[in-house]
């Protein structure tokens, strides 16, 4: 809302001592929040004057174009006080007009600097500027002319045409529809701002009382329409000019100056916050019927849409068909033109809630639904046709029709009672009873004070219905500058939970493993889950599709981080980033049981059931561990060669975390997509699988931008979280020799290494301290479909040096049941 300040101060009496940003900033602090302070005449520098036109000589060019030759008297403001030459292509004025001119140096807004030049055979000395070029509006066919006692030749322009004039942009809550006007605004500052005063309410006016020989108005919807005022001006020029102060706050408050009739309706409505319409009367055919549109019926309406209604839409109609959008829009049919000469002045009001939704249903904003969404004071419609007649009739001539209609009356404002010692209570200040009653007041409210406060709040206040509305006012009222700041004693010995204890030690352990922790949207499209090979019958696929995305292309909440890791990885291999380890930790959402949640009540604390079937009602969201690596694990260098990232990788890294939470992870081979078949390992926890790790297939690479033999791994953390051992005991360390052993065992090439480490730890009894496979070998030496696999074998006691030949019966006995369970044989 932009509000100029002379216009404020024509309401409410403001001390000379108080500045612009000190008003604002007291605004401010009461919730009125300033957005900026403009000044219309900001970017025009140099001298702006007023001139009077001496003589004019027509002469057509020969591109059709007829300009004009003018002397115009600028007084002094030339430096010679004779008059100045200047071309101009307009021609709505005429010899003794007072013009606005610019001279050499002055520059005009979008820096449109100005200087003497020689243009279709004259030399000119300056410009006289239309309104556009003035930054004061859209025309431009025609020059600013001046009233004739507007001003003297040489006198400067700014102060007659507004331009130094301060205007103040605020912006307000929704809830807050009366400060969308002056007289909401000039009552805040009188309440507000230390030393003002004396509010003149522009809406209180003698107005005459309802009769029955207005224009007649049935109102078949009182709750959609609770109040109708029509008056009616005959006799109107069409052709008569808005009055330039009209116009000036007007483009000073963001709108444009259109015709005399639509300006001052765009005018009170500024000033009074009320909305108001004007009708074509002689258009008019029968009485005005207020009702709820039928299924079928459209309107043209102003803006030129033809719109097909809802049965929910207020409309206007007349035994012509709909003729207005009630609130809204009116029609074309009966849209003020130039032509008419009779208006009929509608000042209704309408329910709020069937505002906002047929403004949201037809996708349609104006100023008008704009207020009457948000509420607007139901007790001035007669006010303010009256001030609308009241300036038709002052500047556009014509009589009022002495016929008055008025249907329905302001809906009754409820009582609310409010303990008087509310805002003391929530904002910890001492504000006492006889404070709360007189700010109340201040606000407009009717206060009736026993013990309790019975409030009765303003018409222009409907967001005030709750007791904490009232002492939300109250407080505002003395400042929330003044509300303490305490901050509350913690409770002692708390803490972190188990669960962030662990998760930050999870987070520290990728971290010491090289990778760095990313943060992804949660959504996931079909295109991504296509990319990754799912199949049509993967669980994964079975989203929870939103109904408001913020992307068409990410419709769904995820149910796999790899998508967002992987798409988070190819930007960074795209940018040049070849060797990178990331890892994300976060929810994933798998559909629910569909039912809708239950909307709780706010008066009071849910009870069991109600709580539990919201619960329900929530999806599942685990929270998962993501982790993606692509490049070198060891970089290349003097030292020797470099090794790239492979499947073995990714289960080290969910092994190191598994560690860190004191559990042992085991791993079989799998095929799950994404991941390259044969080199994705299932992870198992204590027999529960908990995710997968290995490489990537080569497609899905290809589709997120990745090099190929990238790695990736996903487990369920809350799984992991569950069986950690929060408290680790400290490890037993032998200071007694260790015995090393290595054995080479052939299997078949089917058989995985997991499941001959298991058999040798198992064989090998409680002196094994370690087992590492450390070599791998095919060739002719082992035959055809047959591997070698090396495990350094390392043994100890914790309490004795070993004895000969106990590490090498260990061994034997190790080998002797990896050959009874995978058919092992011992190299020699």
Excluded at 265 to 277: A, D, F, K, S
Excluded at 337 to 356: G, K, N, P, R
Excluded at 541 to 564: H, I
Aim: hydrophobic letters at 40%.
């Amino acid at each position: 809302m932009k509000a100029p300040l002379s216009w404020i101060k024509e309401y409410v009496d403001v001390p000379a001592e108080v500045t612009t940003e000190e008003l604002t900033a007291r605004l401010t602090l009461t919730g009125l929040k300033l957005e900026a302070i403009l000044s219309p005449g900001s970017e025009i520098t140099g001298p702006l004057v007023v001139g009077r036109v001496l003589t004019m000589e027509p002469e057509p060019q020969k591109n059709g174009k007829t300009i004009n030759w003018c002397t115009v008297d600028v007084g002094n403001a030339n430096g010679t006080g004779k008059p100045q030459g200047i071309v101009c292509g307009a021609h709505n004025f005429a010899p003794g007009d007072l013009v606005v001119v610019i001279l050499p140096g002055g520059v005009l807004p979008g820096n449109f600097e100005i200087s003497e030049r020689k243009t279709y055979g004259h030399v000119s000395a300056g410009m006289i500027c239309s309104s556009r070029e003035l930054g004061l509006g859209d025309e431009h066919d025609g020059i600013v002319v001046l009233p004739a006692d507007a001003g003297t030749p040489g006198e400067d322009a700014r102060s007659i045409l507004g331009l130094d004039e301060e205007v103040i942009e605020f912006e307000i809550n929704p809830d807050r529809a009366y400060a969308l006007s002056l007289r909401g605004i000039a009552r805040e500052v009188a309440i507000s701002v230390e030393g003002a005063g004396n509010f003149r309410d522009p809406a209180i006016r003698d107005t005459p009382a309802a009769n029955g020989a207005g224009h007649p108005v049935v109102v078949e919807d009182a709750e959609g329409c609770p109040v109708f005022v029509a008056r009616k001006v005959t006799g109107f020029d069409p052709t008569a000019p808005t009055p330039d102060v009209i116009a000036q706050r007007l483009v000073a408050a963001g709108m444009r100056p259109i015709s005399l009739a639509v300006d001052v309706t765009n005018y009170v409505m500024l000033e009074t916050g009320r909305p108001i319409h004007g009708y074509d009367a002689d258009t008019l055919q029968g009485p005005l019927v207020i009702r709820r549109a039928r299924t079928g019926e459209r309107l043209r309406t102003l803006d030129g849409t033809d719109r097909a209604l809802d049965p929910g839409d207020l409309v206007v109609t007349d035994d012509s068909g709909i003729i207005g959008l009630g609130g809204v829009m009116g029609g074309e049919t009966t849209e003020m033109s130039t032509d008419t000469t009779s208006i009929l002045v509608e000042a209704a009001h309408w329910d709020a809630v069937s505002m906002f939704r047929t403004g949201k249903r037809h996708r349609l904003s104006s100023e008008a639904g704009k207020r009457n969404e948000r509420g607007v004071d139901p007790a001035i419609c007669e006010a303010a046709a009256d001030r609308v007649v009241e300036l038709l009739i002052e500047h556009g001539g014509g009589q009022v029709d002495p016929g008055v209609t008025v249907v329905g009356s302001a809906p009754a404002m409820p009582v609310v009672e409010v303990p008087a010692d509310l805002a003391a209570r929530v904002s910890g200040m001492e504000i006492s009873e006889t404070d709360s009653v007189r700010l109340l007041e201040a606000v407009g409210c009717h206060v009736t004070s026993a013990g309790t406060l019975s409030v009765i709040p303003p018409p222009w206040r409907p967001d005030l219905t709750d007791p904490q509305d009232f002492s939300e006012e109250v407080i505002r009222m003395v400042g929330y500058d003044k509300i303490s700041s305490v901050l509350p004693t913690p409770p002692s010995g708390r803490g972190l939970t188990r669960p962030q204890l662990l998760r930050r030690r999870i987070g520290r352990t990728l971290a010491g493993e090289g990778y760095v922790e990313v943060v992804n949207f949660p959504f996931v499209g079909d295109a991504d889950l296509d990319a990754l090979g799912l199949p049509a019958d993967d669980v994964r696929r079975q989203v929870l599709r939103l109904s408001n995305p913020l992307s068409s292309e990410a419709g769904a909440m995820t149910t796999t981080l790899l998508p967002g890791l992987l798409r988070a990885a190819g930007k960074n291999v795209g940018h040049g980033i070849a060797d990178l380890a990331i890892f994300e930790t976060a929810t994933v959402t798998y559909p629910g049981s569909g039912e809708p949640a239950a909307i709780l009540p706010v008066d009071r604390r849910p009870s069991e059931a109600e709580f539990a079937a919201l619960i329900k009602a929530v999806p599942e969201q685990p929270l998962h561990l993501g982790l993606v690596a692509s490049g070198e694990e060891v970089a290349a260098g003097w030292w020797g060669t470099g090794r790239a990232m492979t499947w073995a990788d990714a289960v080290a890294a969910v092994r190191a975390v598994a560690d860190a939470l004191g559990l042992e992870v085991e791993a079989t081979a799998a095929d799950v997509a994404p991941w390259h078949p044969g080199r994705c390992a299932a992870l198992r926890v204590e027999g529960h699988l908990i995710g997968h790790a290995g490489e990537l297939h080569p497609q899905v690479c290809q589709a997120f931008g990745l090099p190929a033999r990238s790695i990736a791994a996903e487990v369920d953390l809350d799984a992991l979280i569950e069986r950690a051992v929060h408290l680790r005991p400290a490890r037993q360390f032998s200071s007694y020799p260790i015995a090393k052993e290595d054995v080479a065992l052939v299997v078949d090439a089917v058989v995985v290494a997991a499941d001959v480490e298991a058999a040798l730890r198992a064989g090998a009894g409680e002196l094994l301290e370690s087992i590492r496979l450390f070599d791998v070998y095919t060739g002719d030496q082992v035959g055809e479909g047959k591997k070698s696999l090396a495990y350094a074998l390392r043994f100890r006691a914790a309490d004795r040096t070993l004895k000969e030949g106990e590490a090498t019966a260990a061994r034997d006995a190790a080998v002797k049941v990896a050959s009874e369970r995978v058919g092992a044989v011992q190299r020699q």
